[in-house]
């Protein structure tokens, strides 16, 4: 069986999911979405793909799945709609920045029995997907702390900033899904501090730039996340998990193993800065993923439910962050 | 000039002291208190110094300096008796475990005019003394968020937890003082979480084995600390220092250099696992500091104010982690 | 313009190339030579490529180069007919085993002007392009010695080695082919040892399985290679340059960047194990490199000359190994 | 029982083994030859030792052992003088640049059963001693090949390298030594090659300054060892020892372990540069090493023969490299 592909979106993200879906066996990218003239005919120029409207996309028999890669308020509705379809539901994360409303959508998933994979894509990353195993194996006995590090190479547009929700939901939300799958453990307290130290337009935005937070679940496991919208040397994406044995740890990918050494020392290059670079076998592996989920009838590795945490662990960072008090999740 | 040394106590930290007084030019260890007579007859053959009691070393015109290493409770009354005594003085950390008995005893320091030199090691440990240095020399610009991990090896005796003033005034002080000096701001506000994760009688005993602390300067500046009294691989000590230019991060030191290869991987041996083999040099490197700061009559790189600043965070680190709120320093 | 290949040979090679010839904009996959049925429909079926006898794509209008990968053996003929019938031709190393019979190939391209190039793929490796490109820049100053150490996961069977053309002509000659890039002059004394201790039948066929050499140029520039059959840690693949202002290396290529550490130390996985993994990039960037120099009407990167010259090193390491004298290249 | 030195020469390896000496448990340094007044008295008033000549030393009876660290051609008859005078004898390496004196010598040492071991610091490095012990443990299998690479941050003075005994005899002799201890198989065949690389004086002088070595063993184990007297980037000193089961190797120790992050990547400080720095653990191991065996009447771990084999191995090069052709050893 071939699991057919419409892609809402020919954005960043939806080229990155064009290109997976186009290289993965057992996949093909029959249509895309997106109202973009240009940015949709230069699309079904390369991969020869139909263009269609999600009408038509809901309503084609040769679509199995899609793959939504909209803006973040299109999401919720579009969940909706493809659930109601009959149609295997990727969607890029956030499913929505508020929580009510990704349970709204929630509730339309589980009505109708549908699936829905939320594209966190680290936990597909080999080297993330590595370190899990070792907890998995027992390498690291059980699991007492993790520590993120995460840092963009640069701060987005202000335009951005402004309605991407804030940091918490936007920037450590990934790190929110990372220590969640990690932890093995739903963190239940939270606690959160923010400055604006990289651009001041961020803090004007009513936004911060640098954030750092600890996590606490019931039995007193530990996640610290440190962020920051700044990171010269590239992007800075490492954990580490400690646990009664010993310690897993993911160092980060440098642009090249190549050092030079001279009078003044050692030199190596700067990190992969493009979070696609970065991220390329993990956009891959997601896409297999989700793939061999619904072929197989299994479930998806992650869900709407992942979504949904990550989402409350953010708003209660931001209100800890406001309030100076640890938040405790219901 | 040759600076005469009496050290007042003959316990490791005693012994590394007497290690360190020896082996500098312009020091001689010339007396030595300690109850102990075994103990105190050892050290006495082994460095040929003098028994003396405390009172006959604050009379000792041939004493310049004293270096206590006594039990913490009795810190600050030898602090007072040789400000009094005119002696200049090297006091392990912590002054005491009350910051109200600090002051007492700083304010005698300052009417004496009496030097005092607080014994926080990590700071002339070479691999932080350069990311120090690379701070000052503007490398990674202004500084935004520190990150500190410090894991010991295992968990001391539950009869020591119980007097030690608990996980914050005796194992993350070292990190406060770091935090300080990395950040190059005071902390004015603290954020911490603290479990029990290692050994259940630690909890029993009142404390935490397991704990995280968000620090945040006025100007937004953030520091993270992550102390766990587990470690299985080794005594982990790791900073870096984040900045509007960069990174400097100092890494662990291993028994050895040596990697080994086969069919299973690459492995490397552990961590230098105790704190007076990871931080030999330090400690030869403070006293000797010391012993150049009282000789030339300058200030010494450390000082009372940096124990009591250090001690006023862990006691807002103890009670942020009881009350889950963030506490605002004076 | 697009160009239009066919693929002489569906092994483990002329797969590789086809999925790389596949993925390169401005590349197509037209025709495949396969004398097996079997592979040939396989490929024919995943790729949608015609099959055709070598006669037939040498006639073909629709056919503008050819990839060479078929046995070794057959090489140098099949040069010669597409240099004749004007393709551009890409042959995977060795064109022959016999430097003859190179020479009289190279002089049928020589008289047909027609393109070749041969594949060594570690020119286009990333981390090797990355020292190469140090050292065009001038950072480690002029060459001095370059340093290479090559060793295999595990040795082929003996079968192969029989028709290999022994250790330097099969394995070491990416090798002499790196050395030559690197040092930037030619070597012109070449003395090599060799050693059975890996596979008692490599002994037996009449070839080493451990072997050491030592280039010398002119001008006194030196490189040294050091080989293996076995390297139980994964595909051992290392170069350093050494100038007169510094080093420039490149590292292994670990499995994931994941480290665990534990009580008996620390542990990171093997190295990549597989040539087709280790060098998945080397490979892409290796036929792009040759689209673009036939497209442009530009040199290929490596020439027949870089064959035949790796090829005269290896006869004379092979001279010197059993004679233990230096060998003098004319 | 305190073993009593007498160290002859006060230059500055007679500078290091008194240190070494003086903080070795069971040792004394009592007394001092050096001609040079003020040298010899600058060391009796750090040490207060005695100042004496070679005769009064070899008539004293309050010494037990005499540590030889003046200039090489004095050394094999010191040893002679010292074997006849019942002293056991720790001499520098190397014992003659003449091979046949320093089979005289050793026959007196053997005649005489005296004590006597050669300076070959290496070998009591940690990080190297811990390869070793890889190898001893079996970690590795059997040995099958030594890589050592050996980097002078810079060239000595012409008027030193004259006086040498060449770069084989002068530099290589320690790797010749450690491939000799890490093969555990004596060398029997060597093939040498050397080039003017770093300063043209040196050629003229007679000598190389880069060279690079292949020894084979009997069975067929190789040793390959890379050598400059140019180092920019500090003292390059790695190993790594590859057998049937893996790898063993040691990597440099750089000036701290810290490292810096920006915009145009990562650095990380040069290697330490000073072999008195690099080989401070090495020196005080090696002392105490000698010290163990003589008060325990056992054998030391290097010997006077240690000595010879490597200074044969050194001949045997400089013949290899003359000729171009590899010299058996008898």
């Not at 190479?153 to 799958?181: E, L, N």
């Not at 990690?182 to 337009?201: I, K, R």
């Not at 160092?251 to 050692?266: D, P």
């Amino acid at each position: 069986m071939t699991l057919r592909f419409a892609i809402l979106g020919a954005g960043r993200i939806g080229q990155a999911h064009a290109r997976a879906i186009s290289a993965t066996p057992g996949a093909a990218f029959v249509a895309l979405y997106e109202p973009l003239e240009e940015a949709a005919a230069s699309m079904a120029q390369r991969y020869g793909c139909d263009l269609r409207s999600t009408e038509e996309i809901a309503a084609s028999d040769d679509i199995d799945a899609v793959a939504i890669c909209t803006p973040t308020d299109t999401h919720a509705d579009l969940i909706e709609t493809f659930a109601k379809a009959g149609k295997a539901i990727f969607c890029e994360k956030p499913v929505d920045l508020s929580a009510t409303r990704v349970r709204e959508a929630l509730k339309t998933v589980e009505e109708t029995n549908a699936t829905l994979m939320v594209g966190f894509n680290r936990r597909f990353d080999p080297d993330f997907m590595a370190v899990k195993a070792a907890i998995d194996a027992g390498t690291v006995g059980d699991v007492e702390m993790v520590n993120i590090i995460s840092r963009d190479p640069g701060a987005p547009p202000v335009s951005y900033i402004k309605v991407s929700g804030g940091i918490f939901r936007d920037m450590t939300i990934h790190d929110f899904d990372m220590a969640r799958w990690l932890l093995g453990e739903e963190p239940v307290t939270v606690m959160a501090q923010g400055s604006n130290l990289v651009d001041p337009e961020i803090g004007a935005a009513g936004d911060w730039d640098s954030v750092n937070v600890i996590l606490k679940t019931a039995s007193g496991r530990q996640a610290v996340i440190s962020n920051s919208r700044r990171a010269t040397y590239g992007y800075d994406q490492r954990i580490e998990v400690h646990g009664s044995k010993g310690m897993a740890s993911a160092a980060n990918r440098h642009e090249s193993t190549v050092e030079v050494a001279g009078a003044g020392g050692y030199a190596r290059p700067p990190l992969l800065n493009f979070f696609m670079d970065r991220y390329a076998v993990a956009y891959a592996n997601e896409i297999a993923a989700f793939v061999k989920a619904v072929v197989e009838g299994a479930p998806t590795p992650t869900t709407g439910q992942d979504g949904l945490k990550a989402l409350e662990l953010a708003d209660a960072a931001y209100e800890s962050a406001k309030t100076g008090k640890a938040v405790t999740l219901a």
